[in-house]
C-alpha cells in the first residue's frame, strides 16, 4: 500500500467510524447591476467526525476528521470565473484534543487569480499545544505538485525602430513542477468577550527558494442563537515565487544581434515588467523565456453568516 492508499484509508475509516458530528456551513453573496454587472459568491463547508474510532482490536483515542471546502467565484461584464478559486482538505489528527497531536493531510486546490490550475499536496505533521486552545503550533513536511495556468502563451516580440511589438503567439506547454515543501503553522484563538472571538493562523511554507505564506484572520459574532453567528474572514497569501503570468521572446524572423531595442531596453514600447530573465527561467524548469509573473500578494475580506448543526 502506498502512502496516498493509506492516507485514502485512514480518512475514510475516522469518516465513517467516528462517533460524533459536527457541521459548519459559511455563506456570502455581493451583486450590483446595471452600469456595473458584477456578481461575487462565496460557500465553505466542513464536517468534523471525533471520537473513539474502533478499528477491530485497535481503537484510535480521541481521533478527529476534518473534511473541509471552500469556494470563491465572481463574474464581471459577463465574464464567467472571472475570478475563481477552490480548495479541498482531508486531514485525521490522532489525540486531536492532547498537548501532543500527530496527524495527516491531503490538499488540492486551484487559484486562478494567482495563476495555479492545481495546486495538491499530502503529508505528516504533528501539532502541540503550548497554551491549551489559544496557543498552538504544528509543522508538516509535505509533497507537492503545481501546475499553472496552461493559458499564458508566448509573445513574439520585434524591433520596430524606436520600440518592441508583438509579431505572433504560439502556445506553450507547461510543465507540472513538484516540491518538497515543510509548513510551519502558529495559530491562535482568543475570546474578545462573550460573543465575539478571533483566530489567527500564519502558515509558512518553505521549499528552499520558494516560500508560501498565508495569514488567516477570522471573527467570529455570535448572535442569539446558539447555530448562527456572523463571521468575517481577512486573508493574505504570499508567493515568493509567483506563478508565470506572459512568456516573451525575440522573434526568430526579426531578430538580429546587437539590435538596439531590447527587453532589457525596450524604447517606447509598452511591454510586460521583465520578473524573470532567461537565465531565471531556465533555473526554473520553464526554459528560455523573459517572464512576467503573477503578482506576489493577494488579500481578500469575506463578510457571511455561520450555520452550525
Known amino acids: 500500500m502506498n502512502f496516498r492508499s493509506f492516507l485514502l484509508t485512514i480518512f475514510i475509516y475516522s469518516g465513517v467510524f467516528a462517533q460524533q458530528f459536527s457541521h459548519d456551513l459559511v455563506g456570502g453573496y455581493s451583486g450590483r447591476a446595471g452600469n456595473t454587472d458584477f456578481q461575487y459568491w462565496n460557500v465553505s463547508y466542513s ?17 478527529e476528521f476534518l473534511l473541509a471546502f471552500e469556494k470563491n467565484n465572481a463574474t464581471w461584464a459577463g465574464i464567467e470565473n472571472y475570478y475563481n478559486d477552490q480548495s479541498i482538505i482531508l486531514k485525521f489528527d490522532l489525540w486531536a484534543n492532547g498537548t501532543f497531536s500527530p496527524f495527516v493531510i491531503a490538499e488540492t486546490s486551484f487559484d486562478d487569480a ?26 508538516a513536511f509535505l509533497q507537492e505538485e503545481e501546475e499553472i495556468i496552461g493559458k499564458s502563451s508566448i509573445s513574439l516580440f520585434a524591433d520596430y525602430g524606436d520600440s518592441l511589438g508583438v509579431t505572433a503567439y504560439q502556445d506553450k ?22 460573543n465575539f472571538y478571533y483566530q489567527s493562523e500564519y502558515y509558512y511554507k518553505p521549499a528552499g527558494d520558494d516560500v508560501l505564506t498565508d495569514w488567516r484572520n ?18 493574505i497569501k504570499r508567493d515568493s515565487q509567483p506563478a508565470p503570468k506572459v512568456f516573451m521572446q525575440y522573434d ?4 538580429t544581434n546587437g539590435q538596439n531595442i531590447t527587453f532589457q531596453n525596450p524604447g517606447k514600447g509598452n511591454i510586460p515588467s521583465i520578473d524573470r530573465d532567461l ?31
Open 47 to 63: 464536517l468534523t467526525s471525533y471520537g473513539d474510532i474502533s478499528l477491530g482490536s485497535t481503537t484510535l483515542k480521541d481521533s
Open 114 to 139: 494567482l495563476g495555479i490550475k492545481s495546486r495538491s499536496n499530502y503529508g505528516l505533521g504533528a501539532k502541540y499545544r503550548v497554551f491549551g486552545d489559544i496557543l498552538s503550533v504544528s509543522a
Open 173 to 194: 506547454d507547461i510543465p507540472k513542477i513538484s516540491y518538497s515543501r515543510l509548513s510551519i503553522r502558529p495559530k491562535i484563538k482568543l475570546p474578545l468577550g462573550e
Open 218 to 235: 477570522t471573527f467570529t459574532i455570535k448572535t442569539a442563537e446558539e447555530w448562527l453567528s456572523i463571521v468575517i474572514k481577512y486573508n
Open 252 to 255: 526568430p524572423k526579426y531578430f
Open 279 to 309: 537565465a531565471q527561467s531556465a533555473k526554473d524548469g520553464y526554459g528560455d523565456y523573459f517572464v512576467n509573473n503573477y503578482k506576489s500578494e493577494d488579500t481578500r475580506l469575506t463578510i457571511g453568516i455561520n450555520i452550525t448543526f
